[in-house]
């Protein structure tokens, strides 16, 4: 059975930084990421990294968000700094499989306050 759990959403002000953490089981995933969700939008990719350690990022949070490198297996990292309003929305991890597509984190709230 496949799990995919995330941690650290939080309050933070403009400016602050949060670090986001997810740990997938159970199968075998090519490409893990983040997406987010702000009410009444549709759920945009954030940032993801392949099996093989290349990394993209959504234009509106290049130079500001990261994905270290160096994490364990099927373990994904976000560190966001410089955070702003427009930032906050609910983040979710996603773990995929090319056979059977994404799995799903249940989902963090970050909240950026001005």
């Known amino acids: 059975q496949v799990q995919v759990v995330e941690s650290g959403g939080g309050l933070v002000q403009a400016g602050g930084s949060l670090r986001l953490s997810c740990r997938a089981s159970?199968?075998?995933?090519?490409?893990m990421g983040w997406y987010r969700q702000a009410p009444e939008k549709q759920r945009e990719l954030v940032a993801s990294i392949r099996s093989g350690g290349r990394t993209d990022y959504a234009d509106s949070v290049k130079g500001r968000f990261t994905i270290p490198d160096g994490n364990a297996e099927n373990t994904v990292y976000l560190q966001m700094n410089s955070l702003k309003p427009e930032d906050t929305a609910v983040y979710f991890c996603?773990?995929?499989?090319?056979?059977?597509?994404?799995?799903w984190g249940q989902g963090t709230q970050v909240t950026v306050s001005s």
């Open positions: 996603s773990a995929f499989n090319p056979l059977f597509g994404h799995y």
């Open positions: 159970g199968d075998n995933f090519s490409i």
